[in-house]
């Protein structure tokens, strides 16, 4: 068994642990390979594989395995990931919630996993009166952004309905409660963008689509500059509106002949994250819906321009484009540079050569009309929403701020340095220790004189002071030496000398008697000796 520690966000506090075997970790790989990606699974052992540098091998091999899905932008959101990293979260079955609220249409069929989210569910259905048209049928339950009240979301979400512009794809009917909401919209068989894009059948699971496609190609340029050109002009709209979307991807972008039509725009009045969060949650100047659909621009133009999404992002080289303006505009969206400076606004990409030479023949007059007092609790809610990823992302960079601290600290350059610094340090604490001892010794010759000085010497055997009357004695031995100390004595001497402790006073009593010791003054002794042999 392995105990995995699993950590959401940069709270160590939101953390927990799970025990998997290597069984488990199979199962996962075995569910994941209708991606058809080559993931690193430690191979299988049968024989000693309860070996201590067998097993601690595997560790190695299941950690590098668990870092691949998670760091991978697709797996890392798929409900097969999340349900083994979390399985608390992840328990119930939407898909039999989803049925519960659509029981009252003609459903033919449920699209299952044709979508990355795990909280929403699509659905093909039929209607009474046109038995052969198919629709399609979304159910989702409201996110972690959902600012609006009740009464709100469900007029909001109805009003969708009346919604008629020629780059936002039709939906049918709306409805929604305190729980969910339920779109329907006609099934196109020709797909998304994205769809176009990877060339993937609209049916098939998302994973099967878009994780590993067979051939990556580029759409062609006038393919780029028009869809393009719709897509802004849409975003523009919405932002006039003072609409919130803020999940623009390609396949939230439904083709309709060679048109583009925005889908789901329910998402954000339910409060769902999106796709791209992970991405512009690192960087502090994308900071309104604004912003972020622009830079969600970017990767979709990417995507379009290359046939496949950013290794990384920010993007600091890009490959060989069909034109230098497609470049000019990912340079202006994608590049560490525009992350620092901010994203430029829809109307400053209209302007830029890629799509202003662009002429829309599309005459439909746009229609959607949001009472004042909507476009006051859709303004509330907005400013909500981004309050909170203003808030994840000062916690994102306060936490990469400590992270590359802690890594500069550790780092070996830095140990050395740090190294030095203790040497010095304890060098000059030894001087100025050295320096002090050698002023208390100075100060204690001086005071056991007569008041005679005399030259020092050198710490460890000073001359005694002379004393009157004491020329026919012969010198005394000289003191037991002093430890050494490691400086030269300080030059300076103080004019109050400092109170002498009670060893130094001692030993000048004790230098004194020698000094002025009399033969004189001994008795006389008698000496009885034995030492001769004595016979008797």
């Keep these: ?138 159910w989702a339950d409201p996110g972690p952004d959902k600012y609006l009240s009740d009464k709100d979301l469900q007029y909001a979400v109805k009003l969708l309905s009346s919604c008629s512009h020629p780059y936002i794809y039709k939906i049918t009917f709306a409805t929604a409660n305190e729980s969910s909401a339920l779109v329907i919209r006609p099934f196109s068989e020709k797909g998304t963008l994205k769809d176009l894009i990877y060339k993937a059948k609209p049916k098939d699971p998302f994973l099967k689509k878009y994780c590993n496609p067979k051939k990556i190609q580029g759409l062609e340029l006038q393919q780029i500059k028009i869809y393009g050109r719709q897509i802004l002009e849409v975003l523009k709209f919405l932002h006039e509106k003072g609409f919130p979307y803020g999940h623009l991807h390609s396949a939230n972008v439904m083709l309709d002949g060679d048109t583009c039509k925005l889908l789901d725009l329910e998402n954000s009045l339910l409060g769902l994250p999106s796709f791209y969060r992970s991405y512009f949650s690192q960087f502090r100047k994308i900071n309104t819906l604004e912003g972020v659909d622009v830079h969600c621009f970017g990767h979709l133009l990417y995507e379009m321009t290359y046939g496949r999404p950013p290794d990384t992002i920010p993007v600091d080289s890009f490959p060989p484009a069909p034109s230098v303006f497609v470049v000019s505009v990912l340079e202006s969206i994608l590049t560490c540079e525009a992350m620092k400076n901010g994203m430029p606004t829809v109307s400053r990409l209209l302007q830029m050569p890629l799509f202003s030479d662009v002429l829309l023949t599309n005459s439909e007059k746009p229609q959607f009309k949001i009472p004042t007092k909507l476009k006051e609790a859709l303004k509330t809610s907005k400013e909500c929403i981004e309050k909170r990823l203003t808030e ?59 008041g ?34 490691a400086p030269p004595p300080s030059t300076e001497v103080s004019t109050q000398p400092n109170p002498q402790p009670d060893v130094s006073a001692s030993r000048g009593a004790l230098l004194s008697s020698i000094q002025n010791f009399q033969k004189g003054t001994l008795k006389k002794t008698q000496t009885c000796d034995y030492s001769a042999p004595r016979i008797s």
């Excluded at 009252?104 to 039929?126: A, H, Q, S, T």
């Excluded at 500069?408 to 040497?423: D, M, P, T, V």
Aim: proline share 9%.
């Design 1 to 138: 068994e392995y105990i995995i520690r699993v950590q959401r966000g940069v709270s160590a506090e939101n953390s927990w642990q799970i025990v998997r075997r290597y069984s488990d970790f199979d199962l996962l790989n075995n569910s994941l390979q209708i991606s058809t990606l080559s993931l690193p699974l430690p191979p299988k052992k049968l024989i000693g594989n309860m070996e201590r540098e067998f097993i601690a091998e595997r560790q190695k091999g299941l950690q590098a395995y668990l870092d691949v899905i998670t760091t991978h932008h697709i797996l890392s959101n798929c409900e097969l990931v999340k349900k083994f990293l979390d399985p608390n979260s992840y328990s119930v079955n939407y898909t039999e919630i989803a049925l519960q609220h659509v029981s009252m249409f003609f459903v033919v069929e449920p699209l299952k996993d044709i979508g990355w989210r795990i909280r929403k569910k699509y659905f093909l259905m039929k209607t009474k009166n046109q038995p052969k048209e198919r629709l399609m049928l979304s």
């Design 392 to 450: 994840e992302q000062k916690l994102i960079h306060q936490h990469r701020r400590l992270t590359r601290a802690q890594s500069h600290h550790g780092s070996e350059e830095e140990k050395k340095k740090r190294k030095i610094l203790a040497r010095k340090k304890s060098k000059r604490s030894a001087y100025e220790s050295g320096e002090e001892h050698s002023a208390k010794y100075s100060n204690s010759n001086n005071s056991a004189g007569s």
């Design 452 to 485: 005679a000085s005399s030259p020092l010497t050198s710490p460890s055997s000073p001359t005694p002071p002379s004393t009157a009357g004491a020329s026919s004695i012969p010198p005394a031995p000289p003191p037991p030496p002093l430890p050494p100390a």
